[in-house]
């Protein structure tokens, strides 16, 4: 199932409260919608879901299918490492109207892949709606094996993966192994490129927050065979996907948005704000973006 190019894993706006500015989560949705993005992911990392309860994934859940109203795609983050947790809150995003759900790996009991394959299955068997899975090593110290997403890609229902693995072999394996009707993304902004190169569909990002129409530019200009002008385009922007992590997401990207105009407050501890060294690191890629605009 294809969600479009280039999908943002949105953040999720705070007030000085530390509770959800639903004011400031319309203005950001009407953002993205016009800056790029094809679909959201409501509640993943990037929207800080480990400090979201599920009462608040829920109700993030129903007010981005409203104001989205049909326009763009809207992918609920409903994974987490219990299986009948994950069950009950996707089974509960269902009724919100999200058009599918995403299930990061299970993380910290750090399950077998025959574990994986059977939390994958279980969880996308309880509901009717698309399933993309979710690969992040780097946070949960647990690698979904390509052959593992090869056997979830016979499930009705699992349709999509997004793989911030990094590792451009399993994207391959992934890409040739399944069928067009499996959508493989990279979860990793700098590597958008090689991986379309190697069969994946657009990106699951971050930066998409800041830079999606550069990406969405460079992603048609390698499909229509322009690949000197793609690569051009990602050396211009690769410094501000870089910058993006610099410090632990999404400090930096909502930084960004607070610097543009898009105010969506600050992180929930345990994250912290970028300190006035970070900060001006991101505005010096940010402005030498915008003067080769």
Known sequence: MNFGKVVTAM??????????????????IEHLIENGSDGLVVAGTTGESPTLSDEEKLALFSHTVQKVNGRISVIAGTGSNQTKGSIALSQAAEKTGVDAIMLVTP?????????????????????????????????????????????????DNIVAIKDASGNMD?????????????????GEDALTLPS????AIGIVSVSGHVIGNEMQEMIAAYEQGAVKKAASIH???????????????????KAA?????????????P??????EQLQALNHKLALLEQVK
């Open 11 to 28: 953040v999720t706006p705070f007030n000085e409260q530390q509770e959800i500015d639903y004011g400031a989560l319309d203005q950001l």
């Open 107 to 155: 993380y910290y009991n750090k399950p077998s892949q025959d574990g994986l394959y059977e939390h994958f299955k279980t969880v996308a068997d309880s509901v009717q709606l698309p399933v993309m899975l979710y690969n992040v090593p780097g946070r949960t110290s647990v690698d979904l094996a390509a052959d593992t997403v090869i056997r979830l890609a016979a499930v």
């Open 170 to 186: 399993k994207i391959t394996e992934m890409a040739a192994q399944t069928d067009a009707s499996f959508s493989v993304y990279s």
């Open 235 to 253: 050396q211009r922007i690769l410094p501000v996907m870089q910058e993006m992590f610099a410090a632990p997401s999404p400090a930096p990207v």
């Open 196 to 199: 379309l190169a190697v069969g």
């Open 271 to 276: 994250l912290l704000p970028l300190n006035d």
């Open 257 to 269: 948005l607070n610097r543009n105009g898009v105010h969506v407050g600050g992180v929930r501890l």
